[in-house]
């Protein structure tokens, strides 16, 4: 069911807005320009001619500080996000600006680290997505503090304190943040489907198509990681991912937690055609598997985004496929500027891109 | 009044040395509003550096005071500023002193803590043993369990569904004992050899252990009787604390309202000093300050700089276009309530007029020809008075300017309730000075729309004199607002008015209207034309055609629309003469014999309550829209720069 009416007019100028800003998206010769440059400094220069040449501060020099650029991009993202919020109301709005807080809760998360290992306020600044003002968090008490403990209880107000209280006496225990990160994440992911509950029809399927996947793949991705990586029990396992997503089930997650082949859970849950894994079935063990499955599932999602970013543009679909494609886009610009830095060569960078630089097709 | 403060603007040139004292006294005086760092072009710093390093280390500093304040349930005291700051030095002093008082209340805190969680865990363990008491079952034996692993603690109950789910490969038994806050109280039993299974999906479901203390030993009844024992020490131990931290409250209380005010001082002249401009050993401070203002600006920082500073004026003339002059209104301050509903649509821009006073005039006005009843009016009035005056206690900050307006407002309807004849409704009291709006609609109409013409051509006036105080005599000419404009809508209120009154029309009036309406046509080119610009028209020749036209056509509307919403005044006189006659009429419906019953009493009082409240509130806002939308319209942009001076909190203000 799609939006019509005066729901469809209420969308028709963010439409219109997306269609814009869908132009300054990278196109294939941009792509080109920045795979082919011969090193780091070539690559900034061809990225400073394209729409993301605004990451790079004012008067930087030629070579610019990593995570600050990093940083910069994916608060481009964020930005995107929030201009796209300004375009429309009610329970749409609210679900962008949920969707908002992941770059807050990354935010969150680099505090933490950024405590946890003694960095000083300055320090921690250049690992923090410039948020602009919509954040409620008093980000410079927080960089302030000097104990993970005292964090957990500046967060107080936030709702996030019960499950970092709740996972506070483990981190004493281990010392280590893992806890407290997946009690946020877990927290966090939560927010997500209940945003979407008080879309309307239309706008609710194509959340669900784009969002709900997401955090399908994340759990996925999540309970591989517990079992491959840390080699966490099933009993841990259950307890550190989402409950139940569009797609996946306490049933699933037992499934994977007591040793289902990657394929078999990826065929089980969106069948054999839907996604590549023929790189995935290669790979020689599962360690080796999990970031090839990352790739595929990312790519997925993408297609979803890029679909419905041009699809009937009277609803949600377009501007929540338009945030996706470019935050992707963010990340896959993140991964090739590193791995130029690498001396990685173009083909060995597009491999490791999700976006249509990775997959040949342009973006209309 | 009518405009806003005449601005200059200064550049002060100051050595490094004299850089703090100097800031620190104009953040005294509190009347130089700091141009943009882009003004300050080559001088300008971006407010990186030592400076906002140090204007971070203040902030921070304030932060920390103002949490061990609410820790210690102290309120801060108004805002006041040291006689002294040391930008240097108070920086360590008060980081010391912070220090001390943190590392003394913090230890406390956790006393405090510690003791709040003994007494959650004895509370938990009075629930363990109070569901275990009729087992008769030694706790020591509870310990030695040889073929059950028995765990007791506490887990969200968000999470007691997830923690099930997750012990699908062993059995099992959770028993939840007593629900608190988001957490559950839980005894979670399974064999010996699936201990470790059991442990770790209780910890990933974040367990927090209840461990039962070792000298507790004896039955579950047993135990019950020395815990309270136990909780009456832990008790004692915490009320003790809590009267330590309230000693450390009123020992500090002095101290951490001093550091407050000196850390926020510093924190306010360094925050400034990182946005003066900067070149080798000279800043730059550039900023607007008023004019009759300048000299004593001048004087105290000669004196801060011990007259080693250059200070140029640059008079209101030199500005140029793209600098944005801050606006300072300075009305009295029985206007100040009107002055906020004319900020609230906006700040009227440097060069603009300033619409208070004529705010002041009209709104007023408007809700006693709306709103007009003797009785009602001098209600509103004494609600008003008592407000203005601060005779009750007031809600918010600022209330005292609503007060103002609503006595405005009461004491305009009480004169139209006299003009009108009428006293709660009641219109056979005594005898208009007027007329009586049920009985002379027509009139009441017809003089709204004089009103509103009046009104109107006060707001063409305005614009007119708004572009020539801003230079642009073209726009003064040929805007729909400005001479032609105003013309037009004369033109074409005497070719209306003269056959209606029964007056022949002369045959220039057609001219001169025809000749206006061209004039507005080609107002774009004829601007250009005049002012030099060229091309004349932008765009196609056929595209200005249409739009022309259509803003003609838009203006011609505006005319007719904006007038006749004027008719709204005498409108709403009528329905607040019907709606009294309402309340009378079900007044009397409850009489008895012709004579006021309690009924009837009661109908009165609570109809002339919501004819006051209700109407009176309807009213506000149709006066609120005819101001916003048919008066401000004309003239007023409101695109205005707020005058933000660099000042401390108790600085002396502009």
């Known amino acids: ?364 | 009044m009518f405009t806003p403060a005449k601005m200059s603007e200064v550049d002060i040139f100051v050595y490094d040395e004299q850089v703090e004292a100097v800031a620190l006294a104009i953040a005294r005086f509190g009347a130089l509003h700091l141009a943009e760092d882009k003004a300050l072009g080559q001088w300008a710093t971006g407010g990186e550096g030592e400076w906002s390093g140090r204007a971070s280390q203040y902030a921070n500093q304030e932060r920390r005071i103002l949490d061990l304040m609410r820790q210690l349930e102290i309120e801060p005291e108004p805002e006041s500023s040291p006689a002294t700051i040391d930008l240097r030095g108070d920086l360590t002093r008060i980081e010391a002193q912070l220090n001390a008082i943190e590392e003394r209340v913090g230890a406390l805190r956790e006393k405090e803590a510690n003791l709040r969680r003994a007494l959650d865990r004895w509370t938990l363990i009075r629930h363990s043993m109070d569901r275990l008491a009729p087992l008769w079952i030694r706790l020591s034996e509870l310990r030695q369990l040889e073929h059950l692993h028995l765990v007791a603690g506490t887990i969200p109950t968000e999470n007691m569904a997830r923690l099930e789910a997750s012990l699908f490969r062993i059995p099992y038994s959770l028993i939840p004992v007593h629900r608190y806050g988001d957490r559950t109280l839980i005894f979670a039993f399974c064999a010996q050899e699936h201990a470790p299974i059991l442990d770790r999906a209780l910890e990933s479901a974040f367990l927090e252990p209840l461990a039962l203390p070792e000298e507790f030993s004896g039955t579950a009844q047993e135990t019950l009787e020395e815990l309270v024992v136990e909780e009456e020490r832990d008790r004692g131990k915490l009320d003790s604390v809590r009267a330590e931290l309230r000693a450390v409250a009123r020992e500090s209380q002095a101290m951490l309202n001093e550091m407050l005010a000196c850390a926020r001082a510093n924190r306010i002249v360094a925050e400034a000093i990182s946005h003066f401009g900067h070149r080798e050993h000279v800043y730059l401070i550039a900023g607007w300050t008023p004019t009759d203002r300048v000299a004593e600006l001048r004087a105290i920082v000669e004196a801060a700089s011990q007259g080693r500073a250059t200070f140029e004026e640059n008079p209101p003339e030199s500005f140029g276009e793209q600098r944005r002059v801050p606006t300072l209104l300075r009305n009295p301050k029985v206007l100040k309530g009107v002055e906020g509903l004319v900020t609230t649509y906006g700040l009227p821009g440097y060069k603009e007029i300033d619409p208070t006073p004529l705010v002041a005039v009209t709104f007023v006005a408007m809700f006693g020809i709306m709103f007009g009843d003797l009785g009602h009016g001098l209600v509103l009035a004494l609600a008003g008075a008592l407000i203005a005056f601060r005779l009750v206690p007031l809600p918010m900050k600022g209330a005292e300017g609503i007060g103002a307006i609503l006595l405005g407002c009461g004491l305009s309807s009480s004169l139209f309730g006299v003009l009108y004849g009428s006293v709660f409704g009641l219109e056979d009291v005594f005898k208009g000075l007027w007329l009586q709006p049920m009985n002379n609609i027509l009139t009441l109409l017809l003089s709204a729309i004089v009103f509103g013409v009046v009104v109107l051509n006060i707001g063409y006036a305005c614009r007119i004199v708004t572009a020539i105080r801003a230079g642009t005599f073209s726009s003064a000419i040929f805007d729909k607002n400005g001479i032609t404009g105003l013309a037009l809508y004369w033109t074409v209120g005497a070719l209306v008015l003269l056959p209606v009154l029964g007056h022949k029309t002369p045959g220039i009036l057609y001219v001169l209207a025809l000749l206006l309406v061209v004039a507005l046509y080609l107002a774009e080119p004829l601007t250009n034309l005049i002012t030099g610009q060229r091309p004349l028209i932008h765009g196609s020749r056929l595209e200005f055609a249409v739009q022309a036209f259509f803003e003609l056509f838009e203006t011609a509307i505006g005319y007719v629309s904006n007038t006749l919403s004027y008719v709204r005044l005498g409108a709403f006189a009528v329905a607040h003469a019907g709606l009294s006659s309402v309340v009378l009429i079900l007044a009397k419906m409850f009489s008895s014999n012709g004579h006021l019953s309690a009924a009837s009493i009661i109908v009165l009082v609570f109809g002339n309550i919501v004819v006051i409240g209700f109407e009176g509130l309807i009213v506000g806002i149709q006066t609120l829209r005819l101001e916003y939308y048919e008066l401000f319209g004309k003239f007023f942009t409101g695109e205005g720069v707020p005058f933000k001076p660099l000042a401390l909190p108790d600085a002396q203000r502009a």
């Open chain 1, 1 to 364: 069911m799609v939006a019509t009416g005066i729901e469809a007019v209420a969308y028709a100028g963010a439409s219109a807005r997306v269609a814009g800003l869908k132009a300054q998206l990278l196109s294939s010769a941009d792509w080109d320009a920045l795979l082919s440059a011969d090193s780091q400094p070539r690559m900034f220069d061809a990225l400073r001619s394209t729409a993301y040449a605004r990451a790079f501060r004012a008067g930087e020099s030629s070579e610019p500080n990593l995570e600050s650029l990093e940083r910069h991009l994916l608060g481009l993202a964020a930005d995107n996000v929030v201009h796209a919020m300004s375009q429309v109301r009610g329970a749409a709005r609210n679900l962008l600006l949920t969707w908002w807080a992941h770059f807050e809760l990354e935010n969150l998360k680099a505090v933490f680290r950024g405590i946890e290992q003694g960095l000083s306020p300055a320090q921690m600044r250049d690992y923090l997505i410039p948020l602009g003002n919509l954040s409620r968090i008093d980000w410079e008490a927080l960089l302030h503090e000097r104990s993970v403990t005292a964090l957990v209880e500046r967060m107080a107000g936030t709702h996030y304190i019960n499950p970092l209280r709740n996972a506070l006496h483990l981190y004493a225990r281990y010392g280590t943040l893992f806890p407290l990160e997946v009690a946020m994440d877990v927290r966090y992911y939560r927010d997500i489907p209940a945003a979407i509950k008080h879309l309307g029809a239309g706008d609710r399927s194509i959340a669900i198509r784009l969002l709900g996947t997401r955090l399908d793949i994340l759990n996925i991705l999540w309970a591989f990681r517990y079992r491959i990586y840390y080699q966490l029990s099933a009993e841990e396992i259950i307890n550190f991912t989402i409950w139940h997503t569009v797609h996946t089930d306490v049933t699933l997650i037992q499934t994977i937690a007591t040793g289902a082949p990657i394929i078999d859970v990826v065929e089980q849950i969106w069948g054999r055609d839907a996604i590549d894994l023929d790189a995935v079935a290669q790979a020689r063990d599962e360690a080796a598997q999990l970031p090839l499955l990352e790739l595929a599932l990312h790519r997925y999602w993408h297609s979803l985004a890029r679909r419905a970013m041009t699809g009937y543009p009277f609803g949600l679909g377009p501007i929540l496929g338009y945030l996706i494609v470019q935050e992707i886009e963010v990340h896959d610009l993140v991964t090739a500027v590193e791995a130029k830095g690498l001396g990685w060569g173009r083909q060995r960078i597009a491999q490791r891109l999700i976006g249509s630089a990775a997959s040949g097709r342009q973006v209309e």
